[in-house]
């Protein structure tokens, strides 16, 4: 035993060494019986501490095996993208000290091992109010925004800002003078900002954040003056956004909505303003023509039997009985003061003056009626002078005359299509229409500086006049 033991000379032998030779010193002093039992003891020991050595090696190599198979497992499902095994890693109720498998680690770092091209479920969405904040500026309105937009799946939206007049009794329209703020239908003014894309739980408030600047140049409101303006702002698809304010579709896709409030200064005449002044503007036309056919030295008995014509047909073109009376007082007033002898060039001013942008048009139309009445004088220089002093540029004016002549059906084709109307719409449908229209152009005048651009308004204020006499 003693040689067996003094062999062993490496680390876990040494020791086992060590006490096999003071178990063989202690034996020999002792009686036989005694020296059995002892060494049976150890070797007892000794085999059940060999048995517990094993059983802990082997526990070691299985917990190896089963870590393996779960790290194997785990790189399964995220290779093939199980959404099952990505929810309840990435569940925000997971315990931050669970231990899943044998990891050691929390759920979110053996999620992150396991699915590094995912993204765990984002922080709830904190509840902001959408609201409006307006700060006057010099000549300009700074719309600003703030707030939470909760959504339930992914979604692109745009912010919509649109402005009403409320200083009257009842909200009022205000129209854009700039193209590119008007409602496509309307003509009333809308801003469109693309927000982009916004996913669940939703657009997060990042405080206020300046949205748009409204400019009171490109306004115009009813009238003059000072004015209370209402501006509201909705957050809605933009799937939706570009639909006409007034459509049903439009109104069904608002996520969310804020109002606010600004009295502000407006210096530009009031579309309800320009419509008083519309409606004395025939007087203001007849004293243009009757001061052209005495200028021009016509007969007057003749050119007055025109313009009697031209003042009955004015009449009859109004919409209302009420309408009818005030125009034929005012065209009589008009003849009135025509009679007791009126420059041209002051009625040419007094159309200037006035601002109403197909006045000067029509008013070219029954100086032509008059002299092709009373052929045989060269009124041409007379008119070419009349109409520099209604404001009309010498461009307009060649196109004014190249297209005088009897209107044919082929002109009412060419002014139906000038303003996208359809012959085919019932004639309310048409009325509304064209009313629209003429906001939006006559809105539009205002802010008018290219000689082309006033232009195109005038035609196309003309054809609107034009079609509403034959819609009426």
């Known amino acids: 035993m003693f040689k067996t033991a003094s062999g062993i000379d490496d680390g876990f032998g040494w020791f086992i060494g060590i006490i096999l030779r003071s178990l063989a ?19 007892v020991a000794f085999c059940a501490f060999c048995f517990l050595a094993s059983g802990v090696v082997l526990i070691w190599r299985r917990w190896r095996v089963v870590a393996q198979a779960a790290k194997a497992r ?48 984002p922080a709830p969405l904190s509840v902001v109010p959408f609201a409006l904040r307006l700060l006057p500026e010099k000549e300009l ?3 600003d925004v703030r707030g939470s937009i909760p959504v339930d799946s992914p979604v692109a939206l745009d912010f ?81 956004s570009g ?26 005449r009031g579309y309800v303003e320009l419509r008083r002044l519309r409606e004395r503007s025939p007087g203001t036309i007849l004293c243009v023509g009757y ?14 039997a025109v313009l009697r014509r031209w003042m009955k047909s004015q009449v009859d073109q109004a919409e209302e009985e009420q309408g009818r009376a005030g125009l034929s007082a005012c065209l009589e007033a008009a003849w009135a003061l025509s009679r007791r002898g ?82 085919q719409w019932p004639r309310e449908r048409i009325r509304q229409f064209l009313s629209d229209q003429f906001g939006k152009w006559n809105a539009r005048s205002a802010s008018a500086r290219e000689v082309a651009e006033r232009e195109e308004i005038a035609a196309h204020l003309w054809a609107i006049a034009k079609l509403r006499q034959r819609y009426r």
Request: aromatic share 8%; proline share 7%; with cysteine.
């Open 25 to 43: 010193v202690a034996t020999m002093a002792m009686s036989p019986p005694i020296a059995f039992v002892l060494t049976f003891g150890f070797w």
């Open 74 to 121: 785990a790189e399964a499902q995220r290779r093939a993208g199980r959404a099952g095994a990505f929810q309840r890693a990435a569940s925000p109720k997971a315990s931050p000290n669970s231990a899943p498998g044998f990891s050691g680690r929390s759920a979110g770092g053996d999620f992150r091992e396991g699915f590094p091209d995912r993204r765990a479920a």
């Open 141 to 143: 309105i700074r719309v």
């Open 160 to 240: 919509v800002l649109t402005v009403e007049d409320i200083t009257g009794p009842s909200p009022e329209r205000v129209y854009s003078t700039n193209a590119k703020y008007q409602d496509e239908q309307t003509g009333a003014y809308v801003v469109r900002s693309t927000l982009g894309e916004v996913l669940p739980p939703g657009y997060r408030d990042r405080g206020w954040t300046t949205l748009a600047a409204v400019r009171l140049t490109a306004l115009q409101t009813p009238f003059s003056g000072r004015r209370r303006l209402r501006v509201t702002c909705v957050g809605m698809s933009a799937e939706f």
């Open 243 to 268: 639909r006409p304010i007034t459509s049903s579709a439009f109104g069904a896709a608002i996520c969310c909505s804020a109002v606010a409030t600004i009295e502000v200064d407006v210096s530009r």
């Open 291 to 304: 001061s052209f056919a005495a200028a021009a030295q016509l007969d007057l008995s003749k050119s007055e």
């Open 342 to 423: 009126i420059e041209a060039a002051s009625a040419a001013s007094a159309i200037a003056e006035a601002g109403i942008p197909e006045a000067p048009r029509q008013a070219l139309e029954l100086c032509l009626e008059i002299a092709d009445a009373l052929p045989g004088k060269d009124v041409y220089p007379l008119l070419r002078e009349v109409a520099l002093g209604m404001g009309v540029e010498a461009g307009e004016f060649a196109k004014i005359m190249q297209a005088s002549g009897n209107p044919t059906m082929r002109a009412w084709t060419r002014l139906e299509a000038q303003v996208g109307l359809d012959p």
